[in-house]
């Protein structure tokens, strides 16, 4: 599987915002589901955004909804995530995961798609 790398993290106050970006050089993303997940100290990394990228279509966990907009640029090889109105609990080490997918699959398992190694992941820091 490809080799992606997280960048953008870093620590604002809560109402901010930061934009994530995922990059995987010189290689095009056809057909694949493609997701953010966090994870805070002491928790179990949580889906919080995904998108398949045949179509665009994105699926998103309740506690980000109407916040954080997922979105990806195949010229670019880069998957964002852009982060609104931030709060103290959307602290946590962020990262990517893209697989080879359907839509069907990527509809309901955008939360369960694994790389077959995690990168080392952006952190973002919101104090309240």
């Known amino acids: 599987q490809v080799q992606l790398v997280e960048s953008g993290g870093g620590s604002v106050q809560a109402g901010g915002s930061l934009r994530l970006s995922c990059t995987a050089s010189?290689?095009?993303?056809?057909?694949?589901?493609m997701g953010w997940f966090r994870q805070a100290p002491g928790t179990e990394r949580e889906g919080v955004a995904g998108?398949?990228?045949?179509?665009?279509?994105?699926y998103y966990a309740d506690s980000v909804k109407g916040r954080f907009t997922i979105s990806q640029d195949n010229a670019k090889s880069t998957l964002y995530l852009q982060m609104n109105s931030l709060k103290a609990e959307d602290t946590a080490m962020y990262y990517c995961?893209?697989?080879?997918?359907?839509?069907?699959?990527?509809?309901?398992?955008?939360?369960?798609?694994?790389?077959?190694?995690w990168g080392q992941g952006t952190q973002v820091t919101v104090s309240s």
């Open positions: 995961a893209a697989v080879p997918s359907t839509l069907t699959y990527c509809s309901t398992q955008w939360r369960e798609i694994r790389p077959t190694q």
């Open positions: 010189g290689y095009t993303f056809n057909h694949h589901c």
């Open positions: 998108i398949w990228s045949g179509d665009k279509t994105t």
